[in-house]
């Protein structure tokens, strides 16, 4: 799994995920809190989602093992008048248990009045197939990528269910609230990784994979640049003449990457991109 690192100015991508307990805790009622953004949106037959018109599903619970897609909700602790809340827009026409298609719209919410200040529609976010979609939760570290530019994150946990082919990572995306407008900055970087292939008792080869991020002191359109740093590492475990299960770690490979903005995004290499759907 990737480890990601904080500097006293900044930390990118290093805020431990919040229990659900807490996530929950954050939304208070959630029901109201959909109904609020989405006026429009009408209560299905058996009372556990919202549709919005012609098949957009809204689950009212919150998100965890046993609902999946629901609501997930963060105080922002470096706003904490503002409530962070994602919102799953799950297409049910195209859905099955194989796997989804949708969208996560977020919305920053005075929580003082519920009221939305500002939303941004992320399409495609909910979508998965065999590699599914296990958590979603902000990340709300202290960011700050210029004097007047607040951040926060978003993180996505995906795995397979495959013994002999296993495959998981974590992947960020970061929000910048410039000037009363909530903008996608930095679009799905991998931050961990494990993949490899063995035979489900012991022997194999895997691969894992970690990173940290500081920022520098240059900048690019206002932006202060990231780096990244990645470790990779690699296991070949094989069974002993005991019997027993032994870790054959190989070398690390480290590398330092620079990320500017471009006035738009910062850009990453190909290789830290996040999985897209196919």
Known sequence: MRIVLCTAFLCLAAASLSP???????CGDAVALVQQAYP??????????????????????????????????KIWPAHDDLLLVAVPLIDSSQSSDDGHVGDVELLVVDRKTRQVRQRLLQPGLMTDDAVGIREIDFDTGRYRLAPDVGAFGLRIDMANHSQPNPFSETDLRL??????????????????GFGGEGDTNCAGSFQSSRVSLATSPARHHGYHDITVFERLDTDNPSVDKNGECQSHPGRSMKRTYRLRYDGRRYQFPAGLKALEPE
Request: glycine share 10%; charged share 20%; with cysteine.
């Open 40 to 73: 429009k949106a009408q209560k299905s037959a058996d009372g556990a989602s919202f549709t919005l018109e012609p098949h957009t599903s809204i689950a009212q619970t919150l998100w965890d093992g046993d609902a999946p897609f629901g609501v997930v909700c």
């Open 175 to 192: 929000y910048a609230l410039d000037g009363g407008a909530l903008r996608l900055v930095l679009d799905g970087i991998v931050v961990a």
């Open 20 to 26: 659900a307990s807490a996530a929950a805790d954050d």
